[in-house]
């Protein structure tokens, strides 16, 4: 599977790695994980994205050498020999580093484990059977014969912690726990690591959250669960769109609920997160919008008003239900 990734990594000198529009714990971990093994190869890594870190994960990143998107740096891209693409199905899901790609033509390579993977890079790695595109980079490590190093470690146990919601999603293998038990043994401490994903979160989180609970609704007799966050409720809890990360995953916890849609309000586009607990699929309805990701979880950036985007997506997640019945 690596043999030409490797050819290409062996034959050249410098690489730009970049990931999807708001990043998550696999797109992080992946992408800070690949820059330190090019890094031991001897290789020239800049890393770009067009979304910041989000705070939570910003410990994996203590030198702060992932950069954000800038006009300035566009310069430097070029130059790179190839671009690394990873946890990302296409090139819109980019944002601008996918733009330059496809503008100035520049030789790409995709690492990614989604099924709605467009095949868009010079060369494409997709294995949808990986957990995380994290157990990926892992593979190319082991292949490349680069040790794992206690800080690439702990990259590669975000990736597979958060994108299988820390061990108990369906996606969840025994290889996945093969490749968690061997990043321990390099030095990972899951419960410092769980600590500062999951238990640094601000108070405006909890105003927010406050606010967001008292939108929640359900149809289909409790099997679909749907609430919003505006950004007037920002405002008024003094939070920030990271702010709203996670919230996605609060209805999990309701007996009956199939689907899960959350509703966000971004610059004047809606966020939608779209999550499948035993119910149908939910790639296919985030394709409907452009969206893309996983059949239990993925999502859709698309255009408001609010009350419209809810009102669409939240009656066809119900034609989904019925679809599945019928």
Known sequence: MWNKVKTLIRRHRSFAITTHVFPDGDAVGSELALAQILRRLGKKVLVVNEHPLPKIYRFLDPRRTAKVHAKKLEARIEKCDFVFAVD???????????????????????????????????????????????????????SLRVPITPHVAKCLFVAAATDT??????????????????????????????????????????????????????????????????????????????????????PRVLRGVELILFFREIGGKVRVSLRSRG???????????????????????????????????????????????S
């Open 165 to 250: 919601g820390w061990f108990r999603f369906p996606n969840t293998t025994p290889r996945t726990f093969r490749m968690a038990a061997e990043l321990i043994q390099s030095g990972v401490k899951p419960e410092r690591i769980y600590q500062a994903v999951y238990e640094t979160f601000r108070w405006q989180r909890m105003a927010l959250m406050r606010q967001v609970l008292g939108t929640l609704c359900s149809e289909c007799g409790g099997r679909i669960a749907y609430f919003h966050a505006t950004e007037k409720m920002l405002r008024e809890a003094k939070a920030t769109q990271e702010d709203a990360e996670g919230f996605t995953n609060i």
């Open 279 to 325: 119910g149908p699929p939910v790639e296919a309805l985030a394709r409907k919008y452009g969206g893309g990701g996983h059949a239990r979880a993925a999502g859709i950036t698309m255009e408001g008003p609010l009350s419209k985007a809810i009102r669409a997506v939240v009656s066809d997640a119900k034609q989904l239900l019925k679809s599945e019945r």
């Open 88 to 142: 990302a199905s296409s090139l819109d899901r980019l944002g601008r580093a996918g733009m330059m790609i496809q503008r100035a033509d520049l030789r790409s390579i995709c690492i990614d484990h989604h099924k709605t993977n467009s095949s868009f890079a010079d060369v494409n790695i997709v294995d949808t059977s990986a957990a995380s595109t994290g157990e990926l980079i892992y593979s190319l490590a082991k």
